[in-house]
């Protein structure tokens, strides 16, 4: 089997490709990437001697694109990953919908001319703002967790969220690239009759992750820890309750390799993907975990509000257990001891990360 992946020098397309090299006997990988990302050069050396043919390319060019030979299927890991993308940072807004959106349209027109499958990564910031910000919601120590007592909206239940829940606009500029990249797809694959499968994802995290505070925020909030950089709890009244699911690459990976060895035909096509309640977790549980694992750090409070903030998300991963057969293999604590081992053999990564 051939595979292209696309972002295959990020944190995510770097891992996808080792997990399925170790699993799959036979498969060849051939990635592409831009390489504007600081660590992305590391990762093109690692993945070489991996046996990854690595591309210098930019899927924004058509002509970038054409030149990549044929594959049984693509694995599209090129976005940026940024909620915050177009409206704070770096990027434009127009950049972020040439990179997100406009660059989905080559990588659909290589899938229908090799007649490869996709399998698109999204994301869990495609749900509407208003519905996440209004989730029934009790105060547990240090965390929110659900009021199991009240009416949960449809799409929602006690495991989190799936993919039935509510896209209803705004769901940020970011978000909107990424469910009308999903629709693109889903057009395409029907009309040139190609499989496509989309997976929602909650947090991707792990060693070697590119950690800043707007993405990759378990990395990024443990290697700061260790090295007593600034630390704040944006929002919500500055305590660090708010909550995210967190999963290890190596677990998606084992989903999207379920996804194509599947034969099936119609069906669902969009799924939701994460650590789920088991790996569910407060800035403010990640910060006494941080306190435990190294020494105490205090992170200062900031109750101003941030664009896009909520204060819950975690995936119900149902789906995909029920089709699949799929469930995450790695406990949180697992990964954040990962990170943490990181963090300590690599005490300039929060240099060699910024953008």
């Known amino acids: 089997m051939k595979i292209l992946i696309t972002g295959v020098c990020g944190f995510v397309g770097s891992a996808l490709a080792e997990w399925l090299l170790r699993w799959r006997a036979g498969l060849s990988i051939t990635g592409i990437d831009n390489l504007i990302r600081p660590g992305s050069e590391g990762n093109r050396l690692r993945l070489r001697k991996l046996g990854v043919t690595v591309i210098h390319g930019d899927i924004r060019s058509a002509s970038d694109v054409a030149t990549l030979h044929a594959a049984d299927w693509v694995i599209d890991a090129a976005a940026n990953p940024s909620v915050l993308a ?40 495609v749900y509407s703002i208003p519905v996440l910000a209004s989730l029934p919601l009790r105060m547990d120590e240090d965390r929110f967790v659900l009021d199991e007592t009240a009416k949960l909206p449809a799409g929602l239940t006690l495991e989190g969220i799936g993919s039935g829940f509510s896209t209803a606009p705004p769901i940020s500029l970011y978000g909107s690239t990424k469910l009308a990249s999903e629709v693109v797809a889903l057009e395409y694959g029907e009309a040139f009759d190609f499989p496509v499968w ?50 290890h690459p190596r677990d998606l990976a084992g989903l999207l390799d379920a996804q194509m060895s599947c034969r099936r ?29 190294f020494e105490a750090f205090a992170p ?49 990564w929060l240099e060699r990360s910024r953008l």
């Open 198 to 247: 989309i997976t929602r994802c909650g947090v991707l995290a792990g060693a070697g992750q590119f950690g800043t505070p707007d993405q990759g925020i378990f990395s990024y909030w443990i290697n700061a820890h260790l090295r007593r950089r600034p630390l704040r709890y944006i929002g919500f009244d500055g305590t660090g309750r708010q909550v995210r699911d967190v999963f």
């Open 300 to 348: 200062a409070a900031d109750t101003a509000d941030r664009p896009y903030d909520i204060p819950w998300v975690v995936m119900d991963s149902h789906d995909a257990g029920r089709d699949f057969g799929w469930k995450i293999e790695t406990p949180a604590v697992d990964l954040l001891e990962e990170i943490a081992r990181h963090a300590e053999d690599n005490p300039d």
């Open 265 to 293: 035909a119609g069906g669902q096509r969009v799924y939701t993907a994460g650590g789920g309640t088991a790996n569910a977790m407060s800035l403010s549980q990640l910060t006494a975990w941080c306190d435990t694992r």
């Open 86 to 125: 177009g409206v704070c940072g770096t990027f434009s807004s127009r950049q972020l919908f040439e990179h997100n959106l406009a660059a989905l349209v080559n990588v659909l027109e290589f899938a229908k001319m090799h007649g490869a499958g996709l399998l698109l990564l999204s994301s869990s910031r």
